[in-house]
């Protein structure tokens, strides 16, 4: 049983920082792909990052670029994303998601099978 724990939430002033963390379990860590996704109330759910386990490719939607980075650590199954110069823009659930099979640069929501429970972002002006 695949379970993703996501932490490291919270509320920030505009300009600060946040490093979320993805703890993964039952999950096969190898030639996969994990993500973050977030979701602000009445919007779509949208793709933030996300990187290639194997080769640790990564990628990033346009508005984040230069300011988050995807990272993980392959002895602890975790995937974390750094988030530096938040803006209130940012304010969202965010979750992490993880693949079943190989894609790369994918943040299609449904290219990914196994979904956290998401953690809270606000980033006050």
């Known amino acids: 049983q695949v379970q993703l724990v996501e932490s490291g939430g919270g509320s920030v002033q505009a300009g600060g920082s946040l490093r979320l963390s993805c703890a993964a379990s039952?999950?096969?860590?190898?030639?996969?792909?994990m993500a973050w996704f977030r979701q602000a109330p009445g919007k779509e759910r949208e793709g933030v990052a996300v990187?290639?386990?194997?080769?640790?490719?990564?990628y990033y939607r346009n508005s984040v670029k230069g300011r988050f980075t995807i990272s993980q650590d392959k002895a602890n199954k975790t995937v974390y994303l750094q988030m530096n110069s938040l803006k209130p823009e940012d304010t969202a659930m965010y979750y992490c998601?993880?693949?079943?099979?190989?894609?790369?640069?994918?943040?299609?929501?449904?290219?990914?099978?196994?979904w956290g429970q998401g953690t809270q972002v606000t980033v006050s002006s």
């Open positions: 998601a993880a693949s079943s099979r190989l894609i790369l640069q994918s943040l299609v929501p449904g290219d990914y099978t196994y």
């Open positions: 039952g999950y096969t860590y190898g030639s996969n792909s």
């Open positions: 990187i290639y386990l194997g080769l640790r490719a990564t």
